[in-house]
Nanobody
Framework: QVQLVESGGGLVQAGGSLRLSCAASGSISSISVMNWYRQVPGKQRELVAGMNGDGLTNYADSVKGRFTISRDNAKTAFLQMNSLKAEDTAVYYC???????????????WGQGTQVTVSS
């Protein structure tokens, strides 16, 4: 019923920039929260950045001042990543809290993940 499609990952040198996108489609009434997570092999998935319906944002300490989460409409989120470091290398996932038509409460949906590799 809801699909999240990510794009924008790739290989970049340290100090460079990438912009990730996540577009939602389906029977969507509203999206209350948009998050970006990342995961490296052998470690837990960690929250990188989040934005609620009022536009309030939060960031992991490790990315503050370098990453920016934004949205351009009701269904698309972005993660602008600047001054990338080797330790930012991970698979990045978007996560939306979505209320579908006919429901009262939000469910959590995930994108398929996109690889970001930063070479040092």
């Amino acid at each position: 019923q809801v699909q999240l499609v990510e794009s924008g990952g790739g290989l970049v040198q340290a100090g460079g920039s990438l912009r990730l996108s996540c577009a939602a489609s389906g029977s969507i009434s509203s999206i209350s929260v948009m998050n970006w997570y990342r995961q490296v092999p052998g470690k837990q998935r960690e929250l990188v950045a989040g934005m609620n319906g009022d536009g309030l944002t939060n960031y992991a300490d490790s990315v503050k001042g370098r990453f920016t989460i934004s949205r351009d409409n009701a269904k698309t989120a972005f993660l602008q990543m600047n001054s990338l470091k080797a330790e930012d290398t991970a698979v990045y996932y978007c996560n939306f809290h979505v209320v579908i038509f006919g429901r009262r409460y939000a469910n959590s949906y995930w994108g398929q993940g996109t690889q970001v590799t930063v070479s040092s």
